[in-house]
């Protein structure tokens, strides 16, 4: 289990020093050009608070900090004004292709795992990040969110909204778990309507998205 942290709000609703993400995003979600960023100890983050964002954020930030998505996003050499962190970001993991798959997607502020799927016997990449799409759409909805989603895979993002797949996976016993599940989300994809924004993670740009399995 991972350790308290504390999340310092230099530019937000309410700037201060707060013990949960959920404080912390209420204060910076929708807020331009919010500043914030995580520490392992309330010291350390009201010290950090007290000192100001410069030199403690973005690209003043010294190397090896502990900060927030958007943090390390400033610190890359970009605006982090090109990601939009009131998202979840979706993404695949693999071994083989085909073979076994899993899929989650998480906050792309924080990283914390908003849900998870798999191992899948087998399947695609492509599949996967099709119903992480699919399945983080129904998430949103579910739960009344104005996220948007990021996917590295334009592939996945046509597929959902042309509402069909393309793909050369037969359909044999080895598949049908996976089958089931694109089925299924098709069956979604066909019977509800969502005005969710889904775009494209720029790798080249960003670095790996922030749902990244680290098995390249």
């Known amino acids: 289990m991972a350790g308290q942290k504390y999340y310092v709000v230099w530019e937000g609703k309410t700037p201060g020093v707060y013990s949960s993400w959920a404080e912390c995003q209420k204060q910076t979600s929708q807020y331009p050009n919010a500043k914030y960023k995580s520490y392992s100890s309330k010291v350390e983050a009201e010290a950090a608070y007290k000192a100001g964002w410069k030199g403690n954020w973005g690209c003043g930030a010294q190397k090896g900090g502990r900060g927030t998505a958007s943090a390390k996003a400033a610190g890359s050499g970009f605006a ?23 899929y989650k997607g998480v906050d792309t502020a924080s990283g914390e795992v908003i849900f998870s799927v798999g ?13 992480a799409i699919v399945h983080a759409l129904a998430h949103l909805k579910k739960t009344g969110s104005d996220k948007v989603i990021y996917s590295d895979s334009e592939n996945a993002i ?59």
């Open 158 to 216: 046509n597929w959902v909204r042309k509402k069909a797949v393309s793909t050369t996976l037969v359909r044999d016993d080895s598949t049908a778990e996976i089958w089931g599940l694109v089925d299924r989300a098709l069956n979604w994809l066909h019977s509800n309507k969502y005005e969710t924004q889904i775009l494209k993670w720029q790798t080249k740009r960003w670095g790996e998205i922030k749902a990244d399995y680290g098995r390249k």
């Open 119 to 131: 191992p899948i016997s087998k399947g695609t990449n492509n599949l996967g990040e099709f119903l």
């Open 80 to 102: 982090s004004a090109e990601i939009n962190y009131n998202s979840i970001s979706v993404d695949v993991g693999t071994r083989g292709n085909p073979g076994p798959v899993e």
